[in-house]
């Protein structure tokens, strides 16, 4: 069994529908689950629906009843994001190697102005808040939920 399962918040745009497919190939990804965007937008046959906001506790709950990996990769809503196997696969590698429960990280952005660095905020014991800014990938380790 490939070792991460992806949630995905739906949004809509062919950069996203590439991002699906993209991880729908991915050596390290089993399962993707998108959550149901605009009435009548299809899926693609890749992607299983899941019901409610991505990161609303019941919507969560349900998610992870359904993981059967030792990671889940949240993508929360931004337009034009992409993730290649070399960003998965740091990604697991700093998750195993740190035994981390949360794995999360810098990324571009791209604008008007070009490609910018979104720095995000550094992990210290008891600097999260609401408003911490994990970004919009984060691996969680199943274990550690």
């Known amino acids: 069994m490939k070792p991460i399962t992806v949630a995905a918040a739906s949004i809509s745009g062919p950069s996203f ?10 050596p390290f990804v ?3 689950f998108v959550t149901a965007g605009r009435a009548g937008a299809a899926l693609p046959e890749y992607c299983s629906p899941v019901a409610g ?3 609303s506790g019941n ?4 998610l992870i009843d359904q993981v ?6 949240l ?5 034009g994001l992409s993730i290649g196997v070399d960003g998965l696969e740091t990604f ?6 740190a035994q981390a429960g949360l794995v999360y990280s810098y990324f571009s952005e791209t604008g ?4 910018a660095l979104h720095q995000v905020n550094d992990y210290q014991q008891g600097s999260v808040r609401d408003d911490f800014d994990f970004g919009p990938v984060m691996l969680f380790s199943v274990p550690a939920l």
């Open 53 to 55: 906001r991505l990161l």
């Open 112 to 115: 008007p102005q070009g490609r």
């Open 68 to 73: 059967r990996t030792e990671y889940l990769l």
């Open 92 to 97: 697991l590698k700093k998750g195993d190697s």
């Open 17 to 26: 529908k590439a991002t699906l497919a993209s991880l729908a190939v991915s």
């Open 59 to 62: 919507t969560l709950a349900s």
């Open 75 to 79: 993508l929360t809503p931004l337009s």
């Open 30 to 32: 089993e399962r993707i």
